[in-house]
């Protein structure tokens, strides 16, 4: 670990532009690395917080082919999509590029061409799957098997999701285009790999024994895997029309593979913004003072801590990052999220049902953040965050001590008398949360940085709690100017520190008591004797917080609900047609309508109700296995079909002389084949 750097390089991972940004990406990647380069800033630090657009690959083309509209047409709206997101949720890059950018396509094929001249690449004559339907070659993303490893009959090409082993797409057991969904075939195609098994020594000597006591487990535990698993060349090219032409002479036709253009894009991006600022960019990329840390998802583990740091170390000018702070993934009400089947909270419509509850979903997300192991986030636990934590505990000191300070001083900050024991405990306790919040941070525990801002809440509330000074202000006026100084330095030291965590927040917070932004640091909390003098005017009180009634949840919850509808029907497959009959076999069938006069539970049997049926020939006892669909009061007096002339059958020694006949809607549920209309008697045929 590089002890005091000199700057920050931070990094968070390029999305790929074809679709909006969710939760989950806001909680495995963007709230992390915003809340520490906010953090760095605060301490002073020379910071690049660098993202971009991921905008190249196959998956571009073939919804551009989808859509009925170009590759470009694609990027740009996704593009400004997510860019809109990232500024609306705080997120304070120092530069948002795109991978089409002329300074990407210029620095990608620079870094090609450099390891190509050197003969860092290996060039082969391979079979490849292809796609004799869409004529073209499959990348990786686009076949899907078999897993040779963990029989997962569901892994990608470039990897099994289900046991984290990185793959070749030929490596899949009966491998499947997801394009047409045909059987690919091989066919000889010519490309570029880079040997990764030729730095094998390398990574293990950088990461097994470098950084085996700083890495998080799960990036430690898969980067072993793969090592152990023995590496082996991997492609940098690939047969596309959409993507960064390979710079060189016999390779028309051919494009960097995505997954060596795209870490090239912190770079590009790291230049644009440096040429912007008037800097230069190389220290950030290329001085050992300089410590590189990348934000990422568990998904992209193997690009950024095997094949991106290989690519750096081939090309020789480059640093290695210092961390790779990978989270795991975040699920939605049980499930995983999902883009395809949009289970997913799409920040765009977060904002339009919740206007100006950024900070909300930046706290949930971070509370229950999944650090190192998948967490699930449900919209009744973020109302408890929002209700139980920001409301009742942060919002509630700031606006007790902002309502006080206005009501008793007209908003001048009272000086303090001589400090009781428990008012320099307080302080002390106070300024002791700087060095705390940033140990937790530094070690990328975010959520438990979370915390201990919320226990400098805790302490606020509990000191007010504890002093009254809405008791003590008429019999002791002098004490309660000491209490109110007090509190007041815990809230100017919460606009602090919370910014890295609830930006808009803070800037409220600041607004609120009068203090401009960057009047204070991160240190001052600790070093400084005043934070807020005595005399200071403040503002009025403003809620930071406001409670999230039922209705509104109940509101997400039901439009999950409908997704999960939409998607079972969607996905419902239909039972194919059964052996051709006759008429005459089907004539035989004696289908009445009838009502159902009686239902109980058969004993001891969880799936079956007796049933007596007015079928219009007789009254009769039907036994039906709809226990667990329907409650017996329930579906009395209903209109049913009944199939009259079916053998009697004894069940659990009641004879059922007859069947009820059902369906299932798209959701599985039992629905009864039922006559409506008005004017059919009970004993009619249905014919």
Request: with cysteine; charged share 25%.
């Amino acid at each position: 670990m590089l002890q005091d750097p000199k700057r920050y390089t931070v990094t968070a991972a390029l999305p790929y532009t074809n679709g909006p940004i969710h939760i989950g990406h806001l909680a495995g990647v963007y709230v992390p690395s915003d809340i520490y380069s906010r953090y760095l800033r605060l301490q002073g630090k020379d910071v690049a917080f660098i993202c971009g657009s991921d905008e190249h690959g196959v998956a571009i083309s073939m919804k551009a082919k989808k859509e009925g509209i170009t590759p470009q047409q694609v990027i740009d709206k996704y593009h400004t999509i997510i860019k809109q997101s990232f500024e609306d949720f705080g997120i304070s890059f120092d530069n948002y590029s795109r991978t089409s950018a002329k300074v990407h396509h210029e620095t990608a094929s620079e870094f090609f061409r450099k390891l190509y001249d050197e003969g860092k690449f290996i060039e082969e004559v391979t079979e490849q799957l292809y796609d004799e339907e869409a004529h073209q070659f499959l990348a990786d993303r686009f076949v899907t098997g078999t897993c040779p490893k963990c029989g997962n009959e569901e892994a990608y090409g470039d990897q099994c999701e289900r046991c984290g082993s990185s793959l070749n797409a030929t490596d899949l057991i009966n491998p499947k285009s997801t394009i047409t969904g045909s059987k690919p075939v091989l066919k000889e195609t010519k490309h570029w790999f880079l040997p990764l098994d030729q730095y094998d020594t390398f990574l293990r000597e950088w990461i097994l024994e470098g950084h085996k006591n700083e890495w998080k487990p799960n990036v430690f535990g898969q980067v072993k895997s793969w090592l152990d698993d023995g590496l082996k060349p991997r492609a940098v090219t690939r047969d596309l029309d959409w993507g960064i032409p390979v710079p060189v002479d016999g390779a028309e036709g051919k494009v960097l593979y995505v997954w060596f253009d795209a870490p090239i894009g912190y770079i590009s991006s790291t230049k644009e913004w440096a040429q912007r600022e008037g800097k230069d960019w190389e220290p950030y990329w290329k001085s050992n003072d300089t410590k590189l840390v990348h934000f990422i998802g568990k998904d992209n583990i193997v690009f950024h801590c095997v094949i991106f740091p290989a690519m750096l170390k081939a090309e020789g000018t480059y640093i290695l990052p210092d961390n790779v702070p990978a989270n795991e993934f975040l699920n939605l009400e049980g499930n995983k999220l999902s883009t395809s089947k949009n289970w997913a909270v799409w920040l765009h419509e977060y904002l339009e049902d919740f206007p100006g509850k950024q900070d909300v979903l930046r706290y949930a997300l971070t509370s229950n953040a999944p650090e190192t192991k998948d967490n699930d986030f449900t919209w009744k636990d973020f109302q408890a965050r929002n209700n139980n934590e920001l409301v009742a505990i942060f919002g509630n000191f700031i606006n007790r001590v902002v309502v006080l300070s206005n009501k008793y001083y007209n908003g001048v900050i009272p000086a303090p008398n001589e400090f009781s024991d428990v008012d320099e405990a307080t302080l002390t306790e106070m300024r002791a949360y700087p060095a705390v919040i940033a140990s937790s941070v530094e070690r990328y525990r975010f959520r438990e940085a979370l915390s201990e801002l919320m226990n400098l809440a805790r302490l606020g509330n509990k000191y007010l709690a504890d002093e009254e000074p809405w008791k003590m202000v008429k019999e002791n006026p002098a004490r309660v100017q000491t209490q109110m100084y007090v509190a007041l330095q815990i809230a100017a030291a919460l606009s602090v520190l919370s910014e890295p965590f609830l930006p808009f927040t803070a800037a409220k917070l600041k607004s609120m008591l009068n203090l401009a932004d960057g009047e204070l640091a991160w240190n001052d909390i600790t070093l400084k004797e005043d934070l807020i003098k005595a005399g200071h005017q403040i503002g009025q009180a403003e809620l930071l917080f406001a409670k999230i009634e039922d209705e509104e949840i109940q509101k997400q919850v039901e439009k999950l609900e409908a997704t999960k509808t939409a998607n079972n029907a969607a996905n419902k497959t239909v039972e194919p047609q059964k052996e051709t009959i006759t008429f005459e076999d089907f004539a035989k069938m004696d289908i009445r309508t009838g009502t159902i006069l009686e239902a109980e539970k058969m004993p001891k049997a969880n799936k079956l109700l007796v049933l007596k049926v007015d079928t219009g020939i007789d009254v009769r006892t039907i036994v039906s296995g709809i226990a667990e669909s329907f409650k017996p009061e329930d579906i009395i007096g209903k209109r049913v079909s009944v199939l009259v002339n079916l053998a009697p059958r004894a069940l659990r020694g009641v004879e059922s002389q007859g069947m009820i006949l059902m369906t299932q809607n798209a959701e599985g549920k039992l629905v009864f084949i039922n006559p409506d209309a008005d004017g059919v008697g009970n004993g009619e045929m249905i014919s």
